[in-house]
């Protein structure tokens, strides 16, 4: 592969990490159409990178969430049960639907999250000044204290993200995300790294997979990886300097690109 190429995958890889560092997503939705649409990877080969990367913009974004108390571990595990659930149901779904109909459904939800995310940019973002978990805001430069509400809801909306996941090879982190920060009311830096933590157990899961079958190309995937290390350093840095009304606004708008991209899929422009 050309230089020019290689340095191109450090590249997306980089975007990829910055962003799903920054809003808990994991980067399969910056890694998957670049591989498919500008170099020409198969669906299977892009997916095996994707989850690749992915386990390293969890492992980089994680470690930086865990050692500052911003991930809740507890909630992670306990939404993951569901997401799993989800997953092994829809694969058995999708068999019996149409992938258009499934894309639109995914779409029509994306962006009724993002216009939800949007509005609430300037509430309280689920604050609890009396709120039993808390973590360390390094933009305010105060603790930030939580409640986590409806929890039987957010494991029957896991259920359904994984489900959706499997289905339509979109992440389920932007599903999770919406659900625990409108749902649950986590704020919006627990919920991203709450779910950086959650996308790396299920990357990890799917990776084996493709490795015991022989599906990962090595080089693509190492080039990935090198640019997903340094955009998860990177994001974690930003997450420092962002208040969460602007973390909120332009999650939304990420959320609109997501569903813009299924319905262009539908229509075949991509």
Do not use: Q
């Amino acid at each position: 592969m050309e230089p020019i190429l290689l340095l191109g995958l450090i590249l997306v890889g980089l975007i990829a990490g910055v962003l799903g560092t920054l809003f808990g997503l994991g980067g399969g939705i910056i890694i998957i159409p670049c591989l498919t649409i500008i170099y020409g990877f198969g669906a299977t080969e892009a997916a095996a990178v994707s989850l690749i990367g992915i386990i390293a913009i969890s492992s980089g974004g994680t470690a930086f969430y865990l050692r500052n108390g911003i991930a809740n571990v507890r909630l992670g595990l306990f939404l993951e049960v569901g997401t799993t659930i989800g997953a092994a149901a829809g694969a058995l779904v999708a068999a019996y639907l149409d992938d258009w109909f499934l894309m639109l459904l995914f779409a029509a939800v994306m962006v009724f999250s993002a216009l939800r995310m949007f509005s609430s940019a300037g509430g309280t973002d689920g604050r609890n000044p009396d709120g039993k978990h808390s973590y360390h805001d390094f933009k305010e430069g105060t603790d930030v204290r939580y409640d986590i509400e409806h929890p039987k809801g957010g494991f029957a909306a896991c259920v359904a993200a994984g489900a959706v996941s499997s289905m339509t090879g979109v992440g389920g982190g932007v599903i999770k995300m919406p659900v625990m920060n409108l749902g649950m009311k986590v704020p919006i830096k627990a919920a991203a790294g709450t779910s950086s933590y959650m996308i790396g157990i299920t990357a990890f899961a799917g990776s084996v997979v493709y490795f015991l079958a022989g599906a990962v190309p090595y080089v693509a995937a190492a080039f990935v990886v090198l640019g997903a290390v340094i955009g998860a350093f990177v994001g974690t840095r930003v997450s420092k300097l962002m208040d969460f009304a602007s973390m909120k606004r332009y999650f939304s708008v990420l959320l609109l690109f997501v569903a813009a991209s299924m319905v262009l899929k539908v229509v075949g422009v991509l």
